[in-house]
């Protein structure tokens, strides 16, 4: 049995000036950040672009409404998906959020998530001194692909009826 502190993800759906998603990994107390425009894949043959923004406090991983005009990514955002997830820092060895840290400052973050709606593995891999980043499924041996409706999971809203 592996003991380590389960550390939070959120997924939030944001309809600021583009449509997208924003996946936020709990690490050293905030929530790191990064704006994926098409969100994520279950197949390990796309790539998606997920480009490294600012950290959020824990208290916004909760957050679901509307941000004011005027303020920074103003617009809808709804809780797509939450949950737990973990690193592993070798074959079988669950990671804890300094674990976490390290392959962020690496820019190799291979992550499990256990969510509502998302279950499996993922790697965040950093291109060159950038703030872009490659979001890729890693292989499951079920390949399985659940229903990933656009609902919220907290309030079961569609972004469209966030007020
Ligand atoms: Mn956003």
Not at 65 to 91: C, F, N, Q
């Amino acid at each position: 049995m592996i003991s380590s502190k389960r550390l939070q993800f959120v997924v939030q759906k944001h309809d600021a000036s583009h449509l997208h998603y924003d996946l936020r990994l709990e690490m050293g107390g905030v929530m790191v950040s990064w704006a994926v425009p098409k969100g994520l894949s279950y197949d390990p043959k796309v790539k998606r672009l997920a480009v490294r923004v600012d950290d959020h406090t824990m208290k916004y991983a909760s957050f679901e409404g509307v941000i004011p005009k005027g303020s920074y990514g103003a617009g809808k955002v709804l809780i797509w998906d939450r949950g737990t997830y973990m690193v592993e820092h070798r074959v079988g060895k669950i990671g804890n959020d300094k674990v976490a840290k390290g392959m962020l400052a690496k820019g190799s973050i291979r992550f499990t998530l256990e969510g509502t709606k998302l279950k499996g593995a993922w790697h965040l891999l950093r291109l060159k001194e950038s703030k872009n980043w490659m979001l890729i499924k890693l292989p499951s041996p079920d390949n399985r692909v659940p229903d990933l409706d656009e609902r919220s999971v907290v309030s079961g809203k569609l972004i469209e009826d966030i007020n």
